[in-house]
């Protein structure tokens, strides 16, 4: 009797044991095809974005190419000062616009179309490291511009060429300063406009408001300080998608031997990356280095406080904004200034225009005390 239960206990066991490994047999092949369905799903989302990348890379080179036909079919076509009005973008692209930007801060442009600056020459550089924009107005007999771009141009290697471009805005309403300015540019600097190192843009006067445009307006003194940060914003936004960093300059300033090597070497030996922006000359805005991506931030800012402030001044309350804390001392945060706001020793680039852009106003204005230009030294973070 006893035999025969053990028997059943173990046949019992048996049963379970036997049903247990089916179930857990059923179990890993349910888990093993859930595991092959998710790794097909995972492989074919992979492949998706593969085509989705392909996709878009090809509408970019697309686009790149449609724009660079325009600008040398045009170039070779057309006898007017402005090659084309860029639209570089396809029917059945939607690619965005920075300049719409402007529709918010200048209510004058809401019922405006597409907004663009003009192109007198370009042809169409863009994905190198550094942009400079230098912007230019009429200045009656006194012009600093060819002696500025030739020390601009002139003082950098062929590979830095290369991995540069120069952006020049003519921001006056005078039409035959355009035509004067793009005559001189394509005689003097042929080479640099044929390989694309230097462009040309005009700002439509749309782009301002009528108040900017009135014969009183140019012999107001806070009138010439909206127009100038209006002119350098639009220039940011411009060269904002062509290169990595930007560097702002005048057109009467000449750049020391070497500036750009110093430049592009400084830059890439700082072991801190939490700087706002670099300071490659002291004097107003002139020398000052962003990085392109943060552009849009500062043209933000620019343009909500443009009637309010110079341009120099609005940079430095952008400074104090990102530094100081509700409460705190000015003093202590001034100290972390340095920290945000990289400054170069000896400047790169001196001022030597002594006829301002302001009607009927001289300035003189000099390098900090120690260094004067030409002076010889290894930049320093003070």
């Given amino acids: 009797m006893k035999a025969k239960n053990v028997n059943l206990l173990f046949a019992f066991v048996a049963v379970l044991l036997f049903g247990f490994s089916c179930f857990c ?5 349910q888990t ?33 190419r449609q724009m660079k036909h325009k600008v040398a079919h045009t170039t070779k076509s057309s006898g007017k000062v402005l090659e084309k009005k860029v639209n570089i973008r396809d029917q059945d692209e939607a690619l965005p616009n920075q300049f ?23 042809k169409g550089r863009a994905g190198v490291s550094f942009a400079l924009g230098i912007t230019t107005i009429n ?9 500025t771009l030739t020390s601009v141009l002139s003082r950098m290697t062929p590979e830095e060429e290369e991995d540069s471009v120069v952006i020049l805005s003519v ?13 001189m540019v394509k005689t003097k600097f042929r080479k640099q406009v044929q390989s694309g190192v230097l462009e040309v843009i005009s700002i439509p006067t749309l782009f301002y408001p009528q108040t900017l445009l009135d014969k009183k307006a140019v012999k107001d003194s806070k009138s010439w300080h909206i127009k100038q940060v209006l002119d350098f914003c639009i220039l940011m936004l411009y060269a904002q998608p062509k290169a990595t960093y930007y560097l702002q300059l005048e ?21 801190s990356k939490d700087w706002l922006y670099i300071e490659f000359s002291v004097i107003g805005f ?11 931030d500062f043209v933000r800012f620019f343009l909500m406080f443009y009637e309010t ?4 001044i609005l940079l430095n309350d952008i400074l104090l904004l990102r530094v100081c804390t509700w409460g705190e001392p000015l003093r202590s945060c001034l100290r972390r200034k340095k920290e945000i706001r990289i400054q170069y020793r000896p400047s790169l680039f001196q001022h030597v225009g002594t006829q301002s852009s302001f009607p009927g106003r001289a300035q003189n204005l000099k390098p900090d005390k120690g260094e004067a230009f030409g002076q010889e030294g290894e930049g320093s973070i003070n």
Avoid at 38 to 59: A, D, G, Q, T, W
Avoid at 173 to 180: F, G, N, V
Avoid at 253 to 262: H, L, S, V
């Fill in 139 to 147: 200045r009656g007999n006194h012009t600093y511009l060819k002696q």
């Fill in 309 to 312: 402030k110079p341009i120099d």
């Fill in 251 to 271: 057109d009467d300033i000449i750049a020391k031997k070497m500036y750009f090597t110093k430049m592009k070497d400084f830059v890439n030996n700082l072991t």
């Fill in 286 to 296: 002139i020398g000052k280095l962003f990085r392109s991506k943060d552009l849009f």
């Fill in 25 to 29: 047999i059923s179990r890993m092949n």
């Fill in 32 to 64: 093993n095809n859930q595991l092959i369905n998710c790794r097909n799903h995972v492989l074919e989302f992979k492949e998706i974005m593969l085509r989705l990348k392909s996709k878009s890379e090809n509408n970019r080179q697309k686009v790149l």
């Fill in 100 to 122: 719409e930007v402007l529709k918010f801060f200048l209510p004058h442009l809401r019922t405006a179309g597409e907004l663009y600056p003009e192109i007198a020459t370009s």
């Fill in 171 to 183: 921001a006056d309403t005078d039409e035959s300063y355009l035509k004067s300015v793009v005559r």
